[in-house]
DNA sequence: GAGCAAACTATGACCGTTCACAATCCTCGT
DNA sequence: ACGAGGATTGTGAACGGTCATAGTTTGCTC
């Protein structure tokens, strides 16, 4: 197979004089068209293989304009948060015979709005679907030529919001801790900014309130293990709390050095919950409960959709719940 | 401005019709051209606007065989290690006019350079950089029409090697213990199936020869800190060591949680390093001395490489060492 | 107001594929 | 030997831009 950098690749008109036959026939070769006579054939594959040919999928695409490709947005400067998102909807689109495209838009709000537009008009991509808001101009009905899906995961920043915010393993853990004789919480939160740390300190004092206990305080952590940390130090030793809920595992894993520092034995004196399944909460001493997200199923069902809607199928509905709680060593009864 | 999904879009011909300009006036007033008159320019503009007008990026790739795109090759089946990497590769191609596309291959390793090929000339991108080793005939000169660029930092299976499995940090960490006192150690491992793991090892016995150290064991872990664990828990009292050097956070916190179970205090009785700088690492209690690399400008190197490469230019060197030490709570100086 | 260069604009081919349709080649039955 | 009709193949026009080149204005000088 002769072929060089730079080189023109031979085309398909190339393949065809050397095999004796039309362009067409071997773009019907290509395609696997079987109605094509085996000598055909053979001189067709053998003119192939002989001029390292390889069809330019652009060209195809231009014609066809079908691509084959799935671009995912993200805006620029904020990194996506989870990995295995990404690989959830590179692993779907994968299935579906689509690959994707990794695209960060940079820029204030409507430079960001004119890029989407050009990348739907593009024609590079048959489906978008942005992990990021859009402006509302850009989804109506019409507006754009590419099917656009927002997957609701996330706001302009890249804050969980969505089923990511769901807080309701808030109450669930609430609730089992108070099964287990805590009365007295305290709930070191995130940043409030975000919806997912104003989700679970909603949910906290709903449940709380629902169940007739006690929040002896709300701290407000901003995500910062320190302030988690400090908290716990500063308690009153009269304070009554048995329990903490944390927004994060940084934050529960600062209130659990609070706690060790001032001489209390975790989850003996304190429970303590965190929220992201971070691998090394499972094996710092003591083991972190925690809420584990599947974030890969987010990423799976993001493309799935925009797949539905480019079949104009209905989405796949999934009732499963994407997150789950995994007790640890950092809870358990409460003391006396 | 008139558009709806699945309508055809408008040509710049149309544009150029409702200007009433020529098409490749159109053309120009698009690259920017200077040379159009002031008032051509504004009734193309108004035309633009008036039909929605967008460019084709398709058809201008298949004349100009330029996309501006780049692949980044993974491996399916197996997550990039790394987000920052990530999005590093997309911020330095994002600087240079490139957008990132991601490729995931799958297969068997003949298919996977058949993929490759037909990606390096389907004239969708201007090239190509594999987070993957591919078989050699792809790389020689001319096997692809396509610049092909391999990162050096991971192998088939996504294991860093190269700069990622650089462990050079490790003779500083023995060399910074030592000074404090350190005379025995421990080496909690990974596993060896890693080129990480195995160079961390070996740094680690060099280092130990070198300064004429002792190495109680090296106890072979497989990243499982439950192994790490147990063998803290069972070292025999007497057995010297005072230091562990842990082949990443996990072990080491592995090491740490045995040295606690059996009431040695860590740092006082025992000193433990650990790699990767997980973020709990830096909370949990007692915090944990490791080693952070910075993927991000593996990343952007990566794709800095391969841009230079298309420029025919020499790849900027950079000599910085990527990875860092971070001294912090499970070090200290050795007992006595 | 003719002459000329500079500024601007138009024309038609071309990039490599697929599509729609037309043409040719066989294989039979009669 | 001939026509029918399916099997196979060929032809030329699209797709929507850019390139190379040629053509038309315009502005200025004398």
Redesign the pocket.
């Known amino acids: 197979m002769t072929s060089d950098v730079g080189t ?9 004089r050397l095999a ?9 070769y ?2 696997a ?5 085996e ?3 053979e001189r067709i594959g053998a003119a192939i293989a002989e001029l390292g ?8 695409a ?4 079908r691509t084959g490709r799935l671009a995912l947005l993200l805006p620029a400067g904020v990194a996506i948060s989870s990995l295995e998102m990404l690989a959830g909807a590179t692993d779907a689109a994968g299935a579906a015979g689509y690959v994707v495209e990794v695209v960060t838009l940079g820029g204030p709000a409507g430079v960001r709005s004119e890029r989407v537009l050009e990348l739907a008009d593009s ?1 590079l991509f048959e489906g978008i679907v942005s992990l990021t808001p859009l402006p509302a101009g850009l989804l109506g009905a019409g507006a754009t030529r590419t099917p656009v899906l927002v997957a609701p995961h996330y706001d302009e920043h890249m804050r969980g919001i969505g089923a990511l915010a769901d807080a309701s393993c808030v109450a669930d853990l609430v609730e089992q801790l108070a099964e287990q004789g805590h009365t007295t919480f305290l709930h070191v939160s995130g940043d409030y900014a975000h919806t997912s740390a104003r989700n679970r300190r909603q949910v906290y004092l709903d449940t709380i309130a629902r169940l007739g206990l006690r929040s002896y305080a709300v701290v407000d952590c901003d995500w910062d293990w320190r302030r988690a940390w400090r908290a716990v130090l500063d308690l009153p030793a009269d304070c009554g709390v048995t329990a903490v809920v944390g927004a994060n595992d940084k934050v529960a894993a600062g209130a659990v050095r609070g706690a060790l520092e001032r001489g209390w034995r975790v989850p003996q004196d304190l429970s303590v919950t965190g929220w992201d399944d971070n691998p090394l909460g499972a094996v710092m001493p003591p083991s972190i409960t925690t809420v584990a997200v599947d974030h890969g199923r987010l990423g799976r069902a993001a493309v799935s959709d925009l797949l539905a809607l480019l079949r104009e199928e209905a989405p796949a509905a999934d009732e499963r719940p994407i997150t789950r709680i995994i007790w640890r060593e950092s809870t358990g009864p409460a003391p006396r």
């Open positions: 023109r690749r031979p085309t398909i008109r190339e393949v065809a004796g036959v039309s362009h067409e026939t071997v773009a019907r290509l395609r068209d079987t109605r094509i006579k000598a055909s054939r040919y390889r069809p330019n999928l652009v060209a195809r231009m014609r066809n304009r024609g």
